[in-house]
């Protein structure tokens, strides 16, 4: 038996990235270059899948330049 998948509110998702704004979220969305998950909507509210949002987050941080360490600098 598969469990349910877990979904956020559009404001929670806000909250998880920083606090970004409505317009930002809105902008991620409607940007095919940012590959940012869809949402579904239910009585015109927006739910996003949590494990998209996971997936996206992973992808952000993977393609994300590393920064040098002060360690590295020093060498």
Do not use: D
Not at 14 to 34: C, D, K, Q, V
Not at 59 to 74: H, K
């Amino acid at each position: 038996m598969t469990s349910s998948p877990i979904y956020l509110t559009a404001k929670q998702v806000r909250e998880r990235f920083a606090g970004i704004s409505e317009m930002t979220l809105h902008r991620w969305r409607h940007n095919p270059a940012y590959g940012f998950p869809q949402p579904i909507k239910i009585g015109g509210r927006l739910f996003f899948k949590l494990s998209e949002i996971e997936e996206y987050e992973q992808r952000a941080a993977a393609a994300r330049p590393q920064r040098a360490t002060l360690s590295e600098t020093a060498a």
